[in-house]
């Protein structure tokens, strides 16, 4: 197996630890990939992010057809639809990180943006806007051309009553986003009847110039 293979199972399998670890994921909730020179790696379906085994790790190729490790997430068309609508991304993160999902549940908010730029941190790590996709049933492969088009305009999405889906260029980076991403909601819960000053286009357009 080549080095960086090996390095991305132990790196993926030490950062979902520590997302366990943290509270952003329970149970068997949530699902991690990372593109390979040769493929995907997936964590398997049904797999608890706080016990994974670099060994059994789902291996993918680049058709996302299963060749190796356990069987994969079911939500392997969600991955697919982020890769193949984002060219700068090469790993994708869920969650099912409860104060995201709290903002997923809303129906009162703004679907196609529903969280403004309240800090630098969240507008650099995740982007200008993250739409919310209707409701799906977990697994449902019909949601696949919803992201897929959401996707081409959004770093990360909100699936509906359900959790969020969120690419990086790197595994750490998409992993990082998916942290931002659970303290913006948290931010926008907190100050939800309030009137926070929210940061301005032209300071938006400095941090993405600046920082991509
Ligand atoms: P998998 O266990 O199949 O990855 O599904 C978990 C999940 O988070 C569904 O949304």
Redesign the pocket.
Known sequence: MPSHEQEMRELLCELAGSLFARGFSVG????ISVRLTDGYLM?????SLGRLDPGRLSKLDPAFQHVAGDKP???VFMHRAFYQARDDASAVV?L?STQATAVSCLPDVDQSNPIPPLTPYFVMRVGRRMPIIPYYR??DATMEPAINAAARNARAVLLAN??PVVSGQTLTDAVHAAEELEEAAKLFLLLRGHSPRLLTMPQVDDLLTTFG
């Open positions: 068997s909730a949530g699902n964590t398997p379906t049904n797999s997430s079911k939500e869920h099912h977990p697994g359900h959790g």
